[in-house]
């Protein structure tokens, strides 16, 4: 069974968690990094406060993809 999910490429994932990054989370751009494998997501980055990291990862722990 294919879904739209698995059809999405590493670049597509990336730019959607770029973008959800942008508008749910109150952290700068140079301060989180995005990189994706295998449609695994990983965050990088260094943030000043522990509720930035908290909300970067919870701006993009449920997304689909």
């Known amino acids: 069974m294919t879904t739209a999910a698995a059809a999405r490429t590493d670049e597509q994932i990336q730019q959607d968690v770029l ?3 942008k508008w749910d989370a ?6 989180i990094g995005v990189i994706v494998k295998g449609g695994v997501v990983t965050l ?3 943030v000043d406060t522990y509720t930035k990291k908290w909300l970067a990862e919870n701006a993009v722990s449920g997304y689909a993809g």
């Open 19 to 21: 973008e959800e990054l």
């Open 44 to 46: 990088t980055g260094w």
């Open 26 to 31: 109150p952290v700068q751009p140079n301060e």
